[in-house]
């Protein structure tokens, strides 16, 4: 099935079950709340990011959108009880990013998380449509949602050794797959993207047989910016390598922008331009066949790295491929 999933590109309805994921943002947003807090949740540092100060907690919130306003980027959400935080309660929010109170409605049920400061500032960001009041409201742009057993384009990308590789030169071999981009300010996005892998790559390291089984490649969706020596450094400082790194089993690498759009559209990767140097993009991350088919789809950061490693072990002790 294929289904418009990011903000810019307007929201649809997925069978029963599915979710549909409308933004996940490198950017800022602030918003002044107050509310009945309980117990909180352990803080999150470096959450400056959103434009937020002090300390900040996260939490997974549940609603129905009462009304939006994409002029000033806010939506007002009935929420259910965000346990440690508050009870039920109708309140507005400011989005991150804001563009995406345009594909909200009223009667639409979501999901999202919410980042609150003990400044008292705010951002709703990872916003999930879970059940459309506008069943007719189509997309307008195509993207396709990765599933299981999907066939992978041989997509060519450019290295951080300026060599061109593609993903079929990976056949017989795991491959993992994420999307990056190396100016993303954010901790809990590109970053966490990468450190998971990071910590993928080493675990697997301890095991040659896995090893030698397996390929990382974090693909940059910014290849104007993200140029093979960009990419080298970028990739060096996460190994831990640096200048020494051969890059053997991961690489880092962009597509040509000329194929840029047919490569996010596959994987189902939304980037749009933000503010200062920013882009606004969805997340994804899959687990990839020795045969070239699609094992897993990770939409969100919410994945942990001991996800993808049970993911490789079933598939090389499944013998796919």
Not at 79 to 94: A, L, Q, T, V, W
Not at 115 to 126: C, E, K, R, Y
Not at 271 to 283: A, D, Y
Request: charged letters at 20%.
């Amino acid at each position: 099935m294929q289904c418009n999933t990011f903000a810019k590109r307007r929201a649809c309805p997925r069978r029963a079950g599915w979710k549909i994921l409308l933004a996940l943002w490198c950017g800022v947003s602030v918003l002044a709340l107050s509310g009945c807090r309980g117990k909180q949740p352990a803080a999150q540092p470096g959450a400056d990011a959103y434009g937020l100060t002090g300390k900040v907690q996260t939490y997974p919130m549940k609603g129905i959108v009462v009304s939006s306003n994409p002029a000033a980027g806010e939506v007002s959400i009935d929420s259910e009880r965000i346990p440690g935080f508050m009870d039920p309660m109708i309140m507005p929010y400011k989005l991150s990013p804001p563009g995406i109170a345009s594909e909200l409605h009223p009667g639409d049920h979501i999901t999202a998380m919410l980042h609150v400061s003990d400044t008292g500032n705010s951002v709703l960001d990872q916003v999930v449509i879970t059940a459309q009041a506008k069943p007719d409201y189509l997309p307008s742009v195509i993207y396709n949602v990765p599933k299981p057993g999907q066939a992978v384009p041989n997509f060519r990308f450019l290295n951080q050794s300026n060599k061109v590789i593609h993903i079929d030169q990976f056949r017989g071999k795991v491959l993992l797959v994420t999307f990056i981009y190396t100016r993303c300010p954010l901790p809990n996005y590109c970053v966490r993207m990468s450190r998971n892998f990071a910590q993928i790559d080493r675990t697997l390291a301890k095991d040659p047989a896995l090893y030698s089984k397996t390929h990382l490649l974090s693909v940059s969706f910014d290849p104007s910016y993200d140029t093979p020596k960009v990419l080298r450094s970028y990739g060096g400082a996460y190994t831990g390598k640096y200048s020494k790194e051969t890059f053997s089993h991961w690489d880092f690498a962009a597509p040509p922008e000329s194929e840029l759009e047919t490569v996010a559209k596959f994987f189902d990767v939304g980037v749009t331009p933000g503010k200062s140097q920013t882009l606004t993009h969805s997340l994804s991350t899959v687990v990839i066949a020795p045969d070239g088919k699609i094992v897993s789809w990770y939409p969100s950061n919410t994945w942990k790295p001991s996800s993808l490693i049970q993911d490789v072990k079933r598939t090389l002790k499944q013998g796919k491929g």
